[in-house]
T-cell receptor, first 114, second 117 residues
Framework: DSGVTQTPKHLITATGQRVTLRCSPR?????VYWYQQSLDQGLQFLIQ???????AKGNILERFSAQQFPDLHSELNLSSLELGDSALYFC?????????????FGPGTRLTVT | AQSVTQLGSHVSVSEGALVLLRCNYS??????LFWYVQYPNQGLQLLLK??????LVKGINGFEAEFKKSETSFHLTKPSAHMSDAAEYFC???????????????FGKGTKLSVIP
């Protein structure tokens, strides 16, 4: 158990809809990262927050947004969903910003868009 | 931009045989390198990492990896495979996100390891 929790575990929704994925980092970790894992794209970094502020952006679509709240939990919002958004979404956390720091991954949310 | 190449999307070994999973990276600066393992229906778990110092890094479950700067490689090995090693393995490089003072991980596409009894 990494100490990172994600809800829900599974989500099935229709095209055009909007969903929110939630992540609680390990106790004391200030950084939260979101990743998308799909068969064709592999594991892709989406976005990072550190202590409530956005710090880095990867291959995140404009239809997707995220935020980190004062209690450090984070939410990833996916809107106008398309079939291609079906994937496993992971959240990870780390203590700081150091390059050699380990990221601890949650169990993921499996999103299916029908 | 950093990139990671894992040779072989699928590797099969017999139980007790040597495990060798290959990883090459591109990086313009000394890298931070990681190997993660993903068991079915689970998140990623860190096996080992290289930051600075000794180039042979030991990790959990008997795995180790050697950082070879001249070959830009960070191959993962285990002397004797066990059935419980069957999983997907990801190599990753940590790179500095321009201007933000923070790092992000770039992952390879993964290598699925099968262990044959």
């Amino acid at each position: 158990d990494s100490g990172v929790t994600q809800t829900p575990k599974h989500l099935i929704t229709a095209t055009g809809q909007r969903v929110t994925l939630r992540c609680s980092p390990r106790s004391g970790d200030l950084s939260v990262y979101w990743y998308q894992q799909s068969l064709d794209q592999g594991l892709q970094f989406l976005i990072q927050y550190y202590n409530g502020e956005e710090r880095a952006k990867g291959n995140i679509l404009e239809r997707f947004s995220a935020q980190q709240f004062p209690d450090l939990h984070s939410e990833l919002n996916l809107s106008s969903l398309e079939l291609g958004d079906s994937a496993l979404y992971f959240c990870a956390s780390s203590g700081g910003l150091a390059g050699g720091g380990e990221q601890y991954f949650g169990p993921g949310t499996r999103l299916t868009v029908t | 931009a950093q990139s990671v190449t894992q040779l072989g999307s699928h590797v099969s070994v017999s139980e007790g045989a040597l495990v060798l999973l290959r990883c090459n990276y591109s990086s313009s600066v000394p890298p931070y390198l990681f190997w993660y393992v993903q068991y079915p229906n689970q998140g990623l778990q860190l096996l080992l990492k290289y930051t600075t110092g000794a180039t042979l890094v030991k990790g959990i479950n008997g795995f180790e990896a050697e950082f070879k700067k001249s070959e830009t490689s960070f191959h993962l090995t285990k002397p004797s495979a066990h059935m419980s090693d069957a999983a997907e393995y990801f190599c990753a490089v940590s790179s500095l996100y321009s201007g933000a003072g923070s790092y992000q991980l770039t992952f390879g596409k993964g290598t699925k390891l099968s262990v044959i009894p």
